[in-house]
């Protein structure tokens, strides 16, 4: 079995037909060899904690950028008063919490970061329930509601951990957004399965566009179903107060499930599935992932807390934000690349070309920038794209730094719109 190392993906090594799993570590081996002697980026170590400028290095060489790579969005990560609580946290409950949350590992600061989660989203405080990794919760939620006799409708463009999520019961995918594909799974599934579960994003962590939320609300009401929204990279910083995609829409109080994430906006880590009482107690005591791993740590617990207080109490943070993304869009629209139909902080520049865009990456990196060559099977073959996320911590100077260098490597790499 011959891989082609110049067009391999990841994908291409999950199974390879004949080969044991020695095997496939070995050619694995040979091919990170090959990036690596390629010049393609390998692994990259952040020598400085996230931030709008980074120190990278490889190996032995460590150098600045100017970063788009980490969901920070409102820089809390490096917030002082969200450090100060996590250092707290450690102080007085220790590092770790030692145990599952069924068996010992639920702290008062897991109590109390429920309830603050809950109330951010007006909820009462047992309808929240966290879990260590915004993947695990919602992988863990599928997993423990939907059976086999059930179906899942995902959109295509879901992450990854719904996908997992799913792998035990029905599922069906309908094209990105796209509504009627999403009205026709409905009506032949009405009386076909049990439970009918659409699962969406609020923000598509790729194109960074937000799902027709009422639209889709409307449909799952008229056929019967439920909705679960993933709003990852929505919340703190979509809607009025920064409740995410959902706010503005009216439906945060009757979307059956909302999951999210503490390590992007919140600046720390840890997963969380807001819904009604019954559901959240089904997942807390009967999900494998509750029963049999441990919580997150206290001090990322007390973090956690201080960062959602400051949604409200700090919402320039927002404002700084939404002003870098105008900024940068607008710059880069002028440039006439294509950013797609991004709605958020997750900036796409589209090329289409895996080549042109590792090159493009790579040339990003020349001049400073770090961004995420983003290919197949993230997004489909030809959609290959440089995906940034913008940051409340990013100055202007850092912005329009790299703006010119699109600029510049537009004139060689030609990736501007016709
Ligand atoms: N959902 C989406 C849409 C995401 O982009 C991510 C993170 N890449 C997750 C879930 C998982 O979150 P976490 O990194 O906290 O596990």
Redesign the pocket.
């Known amino acids: 079995m011959n891989i082609n190392f110049t067009t391999a993906t990841f994908k291409d090594f999950e199974n390879i037909p004949g080969m044991d799993m020695m095997e496939r570590a070995d050619i694995y081996y040979d091919f990170l060899e090959y990036m690596k002697k390629n010049g393609h980026r390998y692994r990259l170590q952040n020598n400085t904690g996230c931030s709008s400028v980074m120190k990278v290095g490889t190996e032995n060489v460590t150098k600045e950028f100017i970063s788009f790579v980490t969901s920070d969005y409102l820089g809390f990560t490096q917030h002082p008063k969200v450090k100060e609580a996590a250092i707290e946290g450690v102080r007085k409950f220790g590092t770790g919490s030692a145990a599952t949350p069924l068996i010992g590992g639920y702290y008062s600061y897991h109590n109390d970061l429920e309830s603050k989660i809950a109330s951010f989203f007006g909820r009462s405080a047992d309808e929240a329930v966290t879990f260590t990794?915004?993947?695990t919760a919602?992988s863990a939620t599928l997993q423990i509601l939907l059976q086999k006799e059930d179906i899942a409708i995902i959109d295509m463009a879901v992450?990854a951990?719904v996908y997992e999520g799913c792998l035990l019961t029905n599922r069906k995918t309908f094209p990105h957004n796209n509504l009627e594909a999403l009205e026709q799974i409905l009506k032949l599934s009405k009386n076909q399965f049990r439970t009918k579960l659409v699962v969406i994003?609020g923000v598509y962590?790729q194109d960074g566009d937000i799902a027709p939320i009422e639209e889709i609300y409307k449909l799952v009401q008229k056929y019967g179903a439920y909705l679960m929204i993933?709003d990852?990279?929505g919340v703190g910083i979509l809607g009025k107060t920064g409740r995410g995609t959902i706010e503005d829409t009216g439906l945060l109080d009757k979307v059956d499930i909302i999951t999210g994430?503490f390590?992007k906006t919140f600046g720390n880590l840890g997963?969380y599935v807001i819904a009604n009482k019954k559901l959240t107690n089904f997942i807390r005591f009967q999900s494998r992932q509750q029963i049999f791993s441990a919580t997150i740590t206290p001090g990322t617990a007390a973090g956690t807390i201080k960062a959602i207080d400051l949604i409200d109490e700090e919402p320039h943070w927002r404002l700084k934000l939404w002003e870098n993304i105008n900024y940068f869009k607008k710059g880069l629209n002028d440039l006439k690349l294509d950013t797609g139909t991004t709605c958020s902080a997750v900036v796409p520049v589209k090329i289409g070309d895996l080549h042109v865009t590792m090159d493009c990456g790579k040339m990003l990196l020349e001049r400073g920038i770090y961004t995420n060559p983003i290919m197949y099977p993230a997004v489909s073959r030809k959609d290959a794209r440089i995906r940034m996320s913008v940051t409340a911590a990013h100055e202007k100077e850092h912005l329009d730094q790299t703006l010119n260098a699109f600029e510049d490597i537009n004139k060689k790499l030609h990736i501007a719109k016709k």
């Open positions: 990794t915004g993947y919602n992450h951990s994003d962590s993933d990852v990279h994430t390590s997963g």
